[in-house]
């Protein structure tokens, strides 16, 4: 197995909204906000590449939203995706699997193009797309709070194309074996509903795609959780548990949306689970 990360680029959000309750005079020191109380972000992809499989974990933004659109987002640093893959070694047809983690626009909007027809598209048309089949009714008839992240433009052609796929849901517990893409999911329903992470064995690590589990090192204290959430009670649960457990086990956190930051460790302190190290991702593949 190899392991490459896919840089999109970066992009802004509303400080107050990604940390909640949290007084600004408390994130800040970790998420400096600008002139409008905007946060850089970043949108930061996994590619395996597992015997006969090149699996993408999660596509960014995209590029085929309106001005207006991209305007309250403002998006730098836009990196070309058939750029970083040629530079790999692969096209975008080589890619077999896409797996979403949840379908809000900033980690599924690479996965629909606009043609030269003007008509939406797959971007990967060798690919199987997967969801699971919860989460995906729950994007297809949103509800009201949480609308404007899911996009019908990035959803909807993906099952008119016949590439969508489901990955079953644990009858019980929150992890489930996909024999399909040869990792575990884990399940959280905090953020939103079924939101599935990747758990990955690599070189005696298990490495974990946080999604919006974890959308930064600042956001490691319990409390810290985002506005966007739809259940912040359920996700204070689940980052108990969770992170617990990867300071028990030392798992490695791969960070979707950290501008500044690729992996982490955590460790138990006196306060709570707090941030251990910090690590490029070059350390760790080659370790």
């Not at 509303?14 to 998420?31: E, I, S």
């Not at 409008?36 to 960014?60: A, Q």
């Not at 489901?166 to 329903?189: M, Q």
């Amino acid at each position: 197995m190899k392991l490459y990360p896919i840089s999109h680029g970066d992009f802004k959000l509303d400080g107050g909204a990604m940390f909640g309750v949290v007084p600004k005079v408390l994130w800040q020191r970790t998420n400096p906000a600008d002139e409008d109380n905007l946060i850089e972000m970043t949108t930061r992809s996994l590619l395996i590449e597992d015997g006969n499989r090149l699996i993408l974990i999660d596509t960014g933004l995209g590029n085929k939203q309106s001005e207006k659109f991209f305007s309250y987002y403002k998006p730098s640093k836009r990196n070309s995706f058939d750029e970083t893959l040629k530079k790999y070694g692969f096209h975008r047809d080589d890619i077999t699997d896409v797996f979403m983690t949840h379908l809000h626009f900033d980690h599924c909007g690479g996965s629909i193009v606009k043609n030269e027809k003007g008509y939406y598209e797959p971007a990967f048309k060798n690919a199987r797309f997967w969801s699971n089949e919860k989460h995906w009714n729950w994007a297809v008839h949103p509800n009201p709070r949480e609308k404007a992240s899911f996009l019908p433009e990035n959803i909807l052609p993906i099952q008119e194309s016949g590439q969508l796929n489901f990955i079953k849901t644990p009858e019980k517990g929150r992890i489930t074996k996909s024999l399909d893409l040869n990792f575990d999911v884990l399940f959280v329903d905090g953020h939103t509903e079924k939101q599935m992470l990747p758990v990955i064995e690599y070189k005696g690590h298990k490495i974990v795609y946080m999604a919006d589990l974890l959308p930064t090192t600042g956001h490691i204290p319990l409390p810290y959780v985002m506005a966007y959430d739809t259940r912040p009670l359920i996700t204070m649960e689940e980052r108990q548990e969770i992170f617990g457990q990867a300071a028990d086990e030392k798992w490695l956190l791969f960070l979707e949306h950290d501008p500044y930051h690729e992996i982490c460790t955590l460790k138990h302190t006196e306060k709570g689970v707090r941030l251990d190290k910090i690590f490029k991702f070059e350390e760790i593949i080659n370790d």
